[in-house]
């Protein structure tokens, strides 16, 4: 049984990976498979938070008793967390965004008898959704981002971690280790919590719903 800490609460989590479409079939994407999400989503509907999930390309199926707002790309991701950021007591950006999508979006599938052997993609930068939401944050609102590095060294994790929430301005940064085979998709994280002044508040490992009752302990 869950305590019902957080009732009355308005929590937007950001979930899955963006795809970015090259044309009409065809998108660069992410491996983020949107399960530490949706695992939040679930624990804080069970305590009490009325819950506003924006899907992008989700490998799960939602909980149930969530508002869901399903998303492709990064441009549709910022454009309906910043909607729906408006009211909300909490952000959470587990979503794994692309840094960049391709400047031009064929209109029809690229045919490759007209490309030969070498074809080029030009990208241009996405926005920081984290970031905007940050600096134009109010004090009764919480903003926590995440950040997965392959790093395998812990102090130089941990400098990445402390380098990003400076340079993001959120409240916390949920670090996660991930690689080939762990992190996206699994069942289990390993997480370390860092404040804005980059300490360490809280470290947590097993299944994502027991990770996610450890960040959702943090915020009450
Ligand atoms: O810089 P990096 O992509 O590692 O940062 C990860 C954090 O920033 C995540 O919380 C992610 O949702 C967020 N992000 C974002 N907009 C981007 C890129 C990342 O909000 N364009």
Known sequence: ???RDLTGRSIVISAGGTREALDPVRFIGNRSSGRQGVALAEV???RGASVTLIAANLEVAAPASVTVRQVSSAAELKSVVDEAARGADVVIMAAAVADYRPEDVAPSKIKKDQQGD???LRLVKNPDILAGLAATNRADRVVIGFAAETETDREEFLRLGREKIARKG????VLNRVGWSEGFATDGNSIVVLDR???IVSEASGSKASVAGHILDLLV
């Open 118 to 120: 070498e074809l080029s």
């Open 197 to 199: 002044a980059g300490d």
């Open 1 to 3: 049984v869950q305590p």
């Open 170 to 173: 959120c409240d916390y940064l």
């Open 44 to 46: 804080a509907v069970a």
